[in-house]
């Protein structure tokens, strides 16, 4: 794989639809799977070895990394593929595994010891990309997006309807349930009703570089705001500390607990905010009393009245800078900002240099006053990165088949993810080290002394 110079470090586009052997090679030598394979070695004794587990995982990466709807095709493949059979350890058809003895490892893989190992795995490879690459992580997205699923025969089917109960099975997974999505407009009436049946999955992914930070699988059940800490903590020991900026996500995780998560790890949220004011469109800034004119709208911004002017005009306040040893938001006059001429100036800006100042401590609300405030460009163009981690979803469900619903039961199901959120971060570091060039687009010459021509 050869990408033009003037590519991304993770060139999605380039991604080969059918990959080379060379770029399969480079694809599995990327997969930190060592633990795993010694834990599946260990977990298998002394038993029948038909089948080593290294070929077994192999198939299972390969029918992910090759876009195999299922197992079966992938195995087809191998069989007439002498090549891609000597990749992961077969010597020659016959130690092609059947289905049953894929089925049998999908059960093993997502139960413990080894869903731990998948993890450790995941999160090796996300470390590696975190110290290679100087921003990896900086700025974050994150989401949540459904996943279809079939339940295992004789296990509970939990409708969607049915609160927020989680049913586990034996290995402590939650099984597949039914799943309800609301999408309101600005007045919160139901514009659209989305149904499922299976999981939910949390992502949090690099706005630049489109690659996942943390993953978390879970029941349709738990709600974004819930699934936030975990997200979290996973970010941040896959980065090097003080790696993470800000992340934006969407109104599902507005609440005061995720803005106080995200305050203590000294994160900057970009999140849009629920309106919950009915018949309310602003309030007086608290500290200030009547004679003030200063005032904040439900998304924090300030403003302030002049009123000696009729009728009476109201500005929106110029916001200067985060404080973050004070914990305040810093914000000025705007027309000594921004250079106008204002009515209310000789009131306002009387014997003073930069003219009015306030200053907002975030404990008041931070809901209402992140670090980031709603009301400025930098916010609309950090909250527009959320747009990444939708590409990275449906990479995952159209490319990788993820929402493909064909994995039986929890166990099955949780591997699979697994391995498919590895061949992502895999992928994604053979591209960062594919080999960059900058050759002519063409051989062809349009010089008048070009043999073509002549």
């Known amino acids: 794989m050869r990408i033009p110079i003037a590519k991304s470090l993770f060139a999605w586009d380039q991604l080969e639809d059918s990959p080379s052997i060379h770029t399969i090679r480079e694809f599995l030598a990327s997969v930190a799977d060592a633990t795993l394979l010694r834990g599946l070695r260990e977990h298998r004794g002394k038993g029948r070895n038909d089948y080593p587990v290294h070929v077994l995982w192999g198939v299972v990466l390969l029918t992910i990394a ?12 191998l069989r007439r593929n002498d090549q891609l059979r000597l990749l992961i350890g077969i010597t020659d058809e016959d130690g092609v595994p059947p289905k049953w003895s894929l089925s049998r ?4 893989l997502g139960t413990e010891p080894h869903l731990p190992h998948l993890e450790e795995c995941l999160n090796t490879m996300i470390q590696r990309l975190g110290v290679a ?21 004789g296990s509970p089917r939990v409708p969607a309807d049915d609160g927020t109960k989680i049913e586990l099975d034996e290995h402590g997974l939650p099984h597949p349930a039914g799943g309800r999505k609301e999408y309101t407009d600005d007045d919160g009436k139901v514009q ?12 949090l ?21 819930d699934a936030l800490p975990d997200l979290v903590a996973q ?13 934006a996500y969407d109104k599902a995780c507005d609440t005061q607990a995720a803005h106080q998560l995200l305050h203590d790890a000294e994160i900057k949220p970009v999140i849009q905010i629920r309106q919950l004011w009915k018949n309310q469109t602003e309030q007086m800034l608290p500290g200030h009393g009547a004679e003030s004119n200063v005032v904040h709208d439900e998304q924090g911004t300030l403003y302030c009245y002049d009123t000696t002017s009729q009728p009476i005009v109201k500005h929106r306040m110029s916001y200067v800078g985060h404080e973050p040893a004070k914990g305040t938001l810093k914000y000025r006059c705007p027309a000594m900002h921004e250079g106008w001429s204002c009515p209310m100036s000789a009131v306002c800006n009387a014997g003073k240099t930069y003219g009015k100042t306030v200053r907002v401590p975030q404990e008041i609300d931070l809901r209402r006053f992140p670090a980031l405030p709603r009301g400025t460009l930098k916010f609309e163009r950090m909250y527009n990165g959320r747009t990444s981690v939708e590409r990275v979803n449906s990479r995952m469900k159209m490319f990788w088949g993820s929402d493909d619903g064909t994995i039986t039961g929890a166990p099955r199901f949780f591997g699979f993810m697994h391995a498919l959120l590895i ?8 591209l960062a ?20 021509i002549l």
């Open 133 to 153: 690459v100087p921003d990896f992580g900086k700025d974050l997205a994150g989401d949540s997006s459904t996943l279809n699923a079939r339940p295992a025969p």
């Open 235 to 247: 970010a941040q020991a896959n980065l090097p500390a003080g790696r993470m900026e800000t992340l």
């Open 66 to 77: 090759l876009r195999h709807p299922t197992f079966e095709g992938c195995m087809a493949e």
């Open 433 to 452: 080290s594919a080999p960059r060039h900058d050759g002519t687009l063409s051989k062809a010459s349009l010089s008048v002394n070009s043999p073509e």
């Open 205 to 225: 992914v690099d706005v630049k570089h489109e690659v996942i930070v943390a993953a978390r699988l879970t029941s349709t059940k738990t709600a974004d705001c």
């Open 105 to 108: 490892f999908l059960q093993v």
């Open 423 to 430: 061949v992502h971060v895999a992928f994604a570091t053979v």
């Open 192 to 203: 659209k009703v989305l149904e499922w049946f299976g999981y939910k999955f949390h992502l």
